[in-house]
């Protein structure tokens, strides 16, 4: 029996990989634990003294850049925005979905709601129409009209119940593509396996009444965020490479889609040469695509954003923004940033970190963990934090 116990935490904790799985949450942290709503609209505040014992000096930006809190919220995971500025947050492991909102014109939020509770993972938002769609674990839900009834959004409407279940990566990213359809991802069930279904280690996506799924792309072991190209409208997504490797290979990988159909690579080919040691001698790694940068080893690349604002400088530019959520096996920490990506003709010319502080190289603690990015109207980025619980403001004044 104790044999048996011991093979199952080797197992899940394969199960856990590269991804995002590794949480260094503080009990303390739970920014919703005491707070009532306290406006007739059924708001909480969106900020509270908590903010104030976040240590942002610590964050390290190009000259010219600024970070403050924008919002707080408990499990902050993937962001979407409405037309009217509201902003939709996701959760992983508190089954909640938040909306948040500056009302007051100060650039930062004043009021926040919790849309639905009790929800599985529900770590994918996307907002299209006037209805927030939501993805947990194995289905896609939505809420219509919610702009109207913040305070009491009602029972959502499953539109596709018909994902797998699975012990990992089962928590989801989603958007609408420029093509009107909702991309739906699926991540492998395991570190690294040769999946049974074919569905698993891709990228579907589906109408917006839930019909029509497709496999758009496959070869993924996890991806936790993906985006289009303001001008080309191509996808562009990253992957969080298998572990048990050792700490410095496979890298995590940044990927571009221009059509369906594409394989990049998992469970035979990593970071586009690096054979895996279980499947590698099965299909060789020309048969596959390439990333387009290696994001680094572990590193837990989720969100990500070309930049389409005109706040920052103008070599920013429709260049990509990730957060990289960072390692959480990794004998050395890495990751823990924010990484700028430099693209030009679909390639990439290099990448640099843009921003950093949230891990203590030294003491290797940490104290947040960026998960996703949203460029603001204003040109400013927004950034979600599972760690500290919060999201973040980022703004140039030169």
């Given at each position: 029996?104790?044999?048996?116990?011991?093979?199952?935490?080797?197992?899940?904790?394969?199960?856990?990989?590269?991804?995002?799985?590794?949480?260094?949450?503080?009990?303390?942290?739970?920014?919703?634990?005491?707070?009532?709503?306290?406006?007739?609209?059924?708001?909480?505040?969106?900020?509270?003294?908590?903010?104030?014992?976040?240590?942002?000096?610590?964050?390290?930006?190009?000259?010219?850049?600024?970070?403050?809190?924008?919002?707080?919220?408990?499990?902050?995971?993937?962001?979407?925005?409405?037309?009217?500025?509201?902003?939709?947050?996701?959760?992983?492991?508190?089954?909640?979905?938040?909306?948040?909102?500056?009302?007051?014109?100060?650039?930062?939020?004043?009021?926040?709601?919790?849309?639905?509770?009790?929800?599985?993972?529900?770590?994918?938002?996307?907002?299209?129409?006037?209805?927030?769609?939501?993805?947990?674990?194995?289905?896609?839900?939505?809420?219509?009209?919610?702009?109207?009834?913040?305070?009491?959004?009602?029972?959502?409407?499953?539109?596709?119940?018909?994902?797998?279940?699975?012990?990992?990566?089962?928590?989801?990213?989603?958007?609408?593509?420029?093509?009107?359809?909702?991309?739906?991802?699926?991540?492998?069930?395991?570190?690294?396996?040769?999946?049974?279904?074919?569905?698993?280690?891709?990228?579907?996506?589906?109408?917006?009444?839930?019909?029509?799924?497709?496999?758009?792309?496959?070869?993924?072991?996890?991806?936790?965020?993906?985006?289009?190209?303001?001008?080309?409208?191509?996808?562009?997504?990253t992957d969080n490479g298998r572990?048990?490797?050792?700490?410095?290979?496979?890298?995590?990988?940044?990927?571009?889609?221009?059509?369906?159909?594409?394989?990049?690579?998992?469970?035979?080919?990593?970071?586009?040469?690096?054979?895996?040691?279980?499947?590698?001698?099965?299909?060789?790694?020309?048969?596959?695509?390439?990333?387009?940068?290696?994001?680094?080893?572990?590193?837990?690349?989720?969100?990500?954003?070309f930049y389409t604002g005109s706040?920052?400088?103008?070599?920013?530019?429709?260049?990509?923004?990730?957060?990289?959520?960072?390692?959480?096996?990794?004998?050395?920490?890495?990751?823990?940033?924010?990484?700028?990506?430099?693209?030009?003709?679909?390639?990439?010319?290099?990448?640099?970190?843009?921003?950093?502080?949230?891990?203590?190289?030294?003491?290797?603690?940490?104290?947040?963990?960026?998960?996703?990015?949203?460029?603001?109207?204003?040109?400013?980025?927004?950034?979600?934090?599972?760690?500290?619980?919060?999201?973040?403001?980022?703004?140039?004044?030169?």
């Amino acid at each position: 029996m104790q044999t048996s116990k011991f093979l199952s935490v080797i197992i899940f904790s394969g199960i856990l990989a590269c991804s995002n799985s590794g949480s260094e949450k503080n009990a303390d942290q739970n920014v919703d634990s005491t707070a009532t709503a306290v406006n007739g609209d059924g708001s909480l505040p969106a900020i509270t003294s908590y903010s104030a014992t976040l240590p942002l000096n610590k964050i390290k930006l190009p000259t010219g850049f600024k970070i403050e809190v924008y919002a707080e919220v408990d499990d902050a995971r993937s962001l979407a925005i409405s037309p009217s500025g509201t902003v939709y947050v996701g959760n992983k492991d508190k089954g909640k979905v938040y909306a948040v909102k500056d009302t007051d014109g100060d650039l930062k939020a004043d009021k926040k709601w919790v849309i639905g509770s009790g929800l599985d993972m529900p770590n994918g938002v996307a907002f299209k129409d006037g209805d927030l769609y939501v993805a947990e674990a194995t289905r896609i839900i939505k809420f219509s009209g919610v702009e109207s009834k913040l305070n009491d959004p009602g029972k959502p409407v499953v539109i596709n119940d018909s994902y797998p279940k699975q012990d990992g990566h089962g928590w989801k990213y989603i958007a609408f593509g420029p093509d009107g359809k909702l991309y739906v991802p699926v991540g492998a069930p395991c570190n690294i396996c040769e999946p049974k279904e074919e569905i698993y280690a891709s990228i579907t996506r589906i109408n917006t009444d839930g019909t029509g799924r497709e496999i758009f792309a496959k070869g993924i072991r996890n991806t936790v965020g993906f985006t289009w190209h303001p001008d080309t409208k191509e996808l562009w997504f990253t992957d969080n490479g298998r572990d048990m490797m050792g700490d410095n290979i496979p890298n995590c990988e940044l990927n571009y889609a221009p059509k369906a159909g594409m394989n990049f690579g998992y469970p035979y080919c990593h970071e586009g040469s690096v054979k895996d040691p279980e499947f590698g001698n099965k299909r060789p790694c020309s048969d596959f695509v390439p990333p387009v940068q290696k994001l680094g080893p572990h590193v837990a690349p989720l969100g990500l954003k070309f930049y389409t604002g005109s706040m920052f400088p103008a070599s920013y530019k429709d260049q990509l923004i990730i957060a990289r959520h960072g390692s959480w096996n990794r004998s050395k920490k890495s990751g823990h940033d924010l990484s700028l990506v430099k693209i030009q003709n679909n390639k990439s010319v290099g990448q640099e970190v843009f921003a950093s502080g949230w891990l203590d190289d030294a003491s290797q603690k940490v104290w947040g963990r960026p998960v996703d990015v949203l460029v603001l109207p204003d040109g400013s980025i927004l950034v979600s934090d599972d760690t500290a619980n919060v999201i973040y403001r980022i703004s140039y004044a030169g």
